[in-house]
C-alpha cells in the first residue's frame, strides 16, 4: 500500500468521531418532557449530563434562586440574563415558566434550560440538560454557576 492511500485511510478514521458527533447533534430532537408536570420540572436522567434544583441527589442537585420582588420581574430579569449568554434562544415562555435552548460553538450541540418560578417559596427552580450524550464534561453545571452568579448569588 502505497503512503497516499494510508494517509487518506488515516484521515478518513481520523475523522469518522467527528462526523459522529456531528450525526448525534443533527438527529437529537427537543423531549417530550419538557415543561411543568404537577408543579414540577421534569427529574434528571440517570446520566451526569443534567442539575436541577429540584434534584434529590448529590450528582444533579444545586440550589435554587432566590428572588425579591414581583414573580414577573425575576422571570424578565432571568430572561435578561440568558439574552446576554452565547448562543441563546428562549423557546417558550409563560408568567412562571421559561424554557430556553443553549448551542454549542463546535458541534450545535442543544442543552435544554428550564426555569420555574415558584411565588410561594420565593425561589426560581432549573433544570439543565443535554439533549444528547451521556456526559458534558460540567457544561451545565457552570452554566447554573455563571446564571446564579450573575443573579448576585442566591444559589
Not at 90 to 109: D, I, N, P, Q, W
Not at 124 to 150: K, T
Request: glycine share 8%; aromatic share 6%.
Amino acid at each position: 500500500m502505497n503512503w497516499k492511500r494510508l494517509c487518506l485511510i488515516a484521515c478518513g478514521v481520523a475523522l469518522l468521531p467527528i462526523v459522529g458527533l456531528a450525526l448525534l447533534s443533527a438527529l437529537s430532537r427537543r423531549p417530550s418532557n419538557l415543561g411543568i408536570a404537577s408543579g414540577r420540572l421534569a427529574p434528571c436522567p440517570d446520566s451526569p449530563n443534567c442539575v436541577s434544583s429540584q434534584a434529590v441527589d448529590a450528582e444533579h442537585r444545586m440550589d435554587p434562586i432566590t428572588f425579591e420582588g414581583s414573580p414577573e420581574a425575576a422571570i424578565s430579569r432571568i430572561k435578561a440574563i440568558v439574552a446576554a449568554l452565547p448562543r441563546a434562544r428562549v423557546v417558550t415562555e409563560t408568567g412562571k415558566y421559561l424554557h430556553v435552548e443553549f448551542r454549542s460553538a463546535l458541534f450545535r450541540f442543544v442543552d435544554d434550560v428550564e426555569f420555574l418560578i415558584d411565588a410561594d417559596a420565593r425561589e426560581i427552580h432549573f433544570r439543565s440538560a443535554s439533549r444528547a450524550g451521556h456526559g458534558d464534561l460540567g457544561v451545565n453545571r457552570r452554566r447554573m454557576e455563571a446564571i446564579g452568579a450573575a443573579w448576585g448569588g442566591g444559589n
